[in-house]
């Protein structure tokens, strides 16, 4: 029943980073997809973070050029203001992918906090917590986010990311809290506790380094969701984002009317892509994960 | 967020977390502790909390949608501060000037006698028509693709299970894993751009709408496959968008199930393989996915906002897209409740369902042995 079941070998009770760098390696090289869904996440971190320090942002509207399509100019076409689409794909993911990253640290830290306290609580406390995280489960997210959206309209990024954050974290804090229900039950909680070591230390230092591999695999799940909400948030128009952005282009290709149009195809399909293979890379990567940390469903 | 992998399956296990005795009052809250008492309180909690906080955005929230329209209607000069502050309350169904405790319970009162306010678009048309009208399409196309999708998958999340490592089970594995990585609303969008507009195997043009224009309603032949035709690409949509976490749901839920001692102890009896694959393993792999079903279609509903829009399917997710632009906020407030009701609705369903299914639900008192 543990997804956190981890890894038993007496020489990582002290884990040197470097040593566990490479053994994670081997262990992910054995599995073809889970390495194409690491190598896909480097690839797009790189993207989105290293490459417009190298490609200069084009701002400039070209009307000689456009809905082009994709020439040895242009890689993948323009847009309808004959911007290069390529050069939009290369600055487009930082925004996306930031909002992703804090929304899934937001949502981790909330989910993790909540449901180890929770569980070693017990109590009224965790009864009234978990009501609240079944209210948020049942309650359909994507119409919750629209109408929350509408009112509150999130202007920057951080804003965006507390509102994703405020939905996303109670599938993941009724799983760390059912985790750590038979995690305290425990010899070493058992023996911090007679020590009396309080709450905090029990939290930090005993439970949630154990959790580790458990909270990674959650992190990585939290940022395909963050991706899903914000990328739809974004297509309806409800995040006065201006920059330059995937989901924006497809927010812009559908006020264009460019999903009718032929010769836009290009256009539409590039940031679809861009985002489609993102997610795939952080879904072949999570699999793999779980497949290295969970033993019982390994499948060589 | 999509639960896409074996772990999230093994979370509704956990959905009822196992009671503990309750000692001399165990008869008593027996009742209360009863899973399927606590399913209904579930449901009307969920209701009443959404409920409120409606409540709480739409009225006392700084810069909230009634303050707005005060402003919209005082600002050409036409109506007094008095004046529009009433007709703000009556589109909302709210009388501002009582205290916020009666407002809330009269706004409560309004709602149990299903009067959601009235549109601020068009004028004078309640809200609760509006989303009637609407609301049974996407109920509709998102029900018959989810429980499309939920049979075939649990087969093939079956049948990939029992041919573990084979090249059947490599394929429906990573084909279950990439089709749940692809954004519900982006098969939609690619529906229409590849097979719509570059291929043009798909008449999308023919196709929008929920019915043809001038067709007679009725359970006529020519009717039900009209509606069908509408709604074939939404169906398919939430088909494909779904099918891979039933696959890769049922399949870990199965291999799960094929460790347990039953399953030994049948094949022990000398129970053919069919009967163990069905009545044994396939049937318990199976209640943990039927909990889902119902999380499963609040996040194909939400995903029907862009989806309908695409296909221009009159659902609620179409309708809901235009209430946002429009700023109606009344029909928001009023699809916002429904389709919340909607989805408990289904949920108080399942569980209902689960306990039907699982005789060791059943039971009061507890014993539900996760």
């Known amino acids: 029943m543990t997804a956190a079941a981890l890894p038993r070998r007496g020489d990582r009770t ?46 400039n509207p070209d009307v000689t050029a456009l809905y082009e399509t994709p020439s040895a100019q242009h890689l993948l076409g323009t847009d309808n203001s004959g911007r290069d689409v390529l050069n939009q794909i290369v600055q487009g993911g930082r925004e996306i992918i930031s909002v992703a990253l804090v929304t899934a640290f937001l949502t981790t830290l909330i989910a993790t906090l909540l449901g180890a306290v929770s569980a070693l609580v017990g109590g009224k406390f965790d009864a009234v917590f978990v009501g609240i995280a079944d209210i948020v489960l049942t309650v359909p ?29 109670a599938g993941l804090m009724r799983q760390v809290r059912a985790q750590v229900l038979t995690l305290k039950e425990r010899d070493y909680v058992e023996a911090a506790r007679s020590l009396d070591l309080g709450l905090t230390h029990i939290v930090f230092r005993e439970i949630l380094p154990n959790m580790r591999s458990y909270i990674v695999i959650h992190f990585v799940l939290a940022m395909t969701g963050a991706i899903y909400a914000q990328v739809a948030l974004i297509i309806l128009g409800l995040v006065p984002f201006s920059g330059k952005n995937w989901a924006l282009m497809l927010y812009f290709a559908n006020t264009q009317g460019a999903f009718y149009f032929k010769d836009a195809f290009w256009f539409v399909f590039s940031p679809i892509l861009a985002i489609v293979l993102l997610q795939l890379s952080l879904v072949l990567f999570v699999n793999a994960l779980e497949d290295i940390f969970n033993p019982r469903l390994r499948s060589s | 967020m999509a639960a896409t992998t074996p772990a999230d399956a093994k979370m509704v296990a956990q959905q009822f977390p196992t009671t503990p005795r309750a000692g001399r009052a165990r008869h008593i809250l027996g009742y209360w502790r009863h899973p399927v008492a606590q399913a209904i309180f579930k449901a009307f909690l969920t209701v009443f909390v959404t409920t409120s906080i409606t409540f709480f955005l739409i009225r006392l929230m700084p810069g909230n949608p009634i303050d707005i329209k005060i402003d919209e209607l005082t600002k050409d000069g036409l109506m007094t501060y008095a004046e529009a502050r009433s007709q703000a309350a009556s589109l909302f169904s709210i009388d501002l000037d009582k205290p916020v405790l009666e407002q809330y319970l009269s706004f409560v009162g309004n709602l149990a006698h299903g009067n959601l306010g009235y549109s601020f678009v068009s004028q004078g048309t309640p809200v609760m028509g509006i989303v009637l009208a609407v609301l049974p399409w996407t109920l509709f196309s998102v029900g018959t693709g989810l429980l499309l999708s939920f049979s075939i998958g649990v087969f093939l999340g079956l049948f990939a299970a029992y041919n573990r490592n084979t090249k059947i089970d490599h394929i429906l594995s990573l084909g279950g894993s990439i089709i749940s990585a692809v954004p519900n609303y982006f098969i939609a969008l690619l529906i229409v751009i590849v097979l719509g507009v570059e291929l043009r195997w798909v008449p999308i043009t023919q196709m929008r709408g929920a019915t043809s224009p001038g067709i007679q309603p009725g359970f006529t032949p020519a009717f039900v496959g009209d509606v069908l035709f509408h709604a074939a690409l939404p169906i398919s949509v939430f088909f494909l968008s779904t099918l891979g976490h039933w696959i890769l749901g049922m399949k870990s839920a199965t291999i799960n199930a094929l460790e347990e001692d039953y399953v030994n102890a049948a094949r022990a009896r000398g129970l053919s393989d069919g009967r163990i694959m069905t009545a044994y393993v396939g049937r318990n792999a199976v209640l943990p996915l039927v909990t889902q079903l119902a999380i499963t279609a609040g996040l194909a509903i939400g995903g029907s906002i862009i989806i309908e829009q695409y296909f221009v399917y009159q659902g609620v997710g179409l309708r809901l897209q235009a209430a946002v632009t429009q700023r109606d906020y009344p029909v928001m407030q009023g699809i916002l409740l429904m389709v919340t009701l909607a989805v408990v609705l289904a949920n108080l369903a399942a569980d209902l369902l689960y306990s039907r299914l699982d005789p060791r639900i059943g039971r009061a008192g507890g014993a539900t042995g996760t």
Do not use: C, D, H, Y
């Open chain 1, 141 to 169: 997210p994507l119409i919750v986010l629209i109408v929350i959206s509408a009112l509150a309209r999130p202007t920057n990024f951080f804003a965006l990311a507390m509102v994703l954050s405020s939905l996303g974290w």
């Open chain 1, 14 to 59: 002290l884990p040197r980073p470097i040593e566990s760098a490479i053994e994670f390696l081997r262990l992910l090289s054995k599995r073809p997809s889970g390495l194409i869904g690491f190598i896909g996440i480097v690839f797009f971190l790189v993207l989105a973070f290293v490459a417009p320090i190298f490609v200069p942002n084009q701002v």
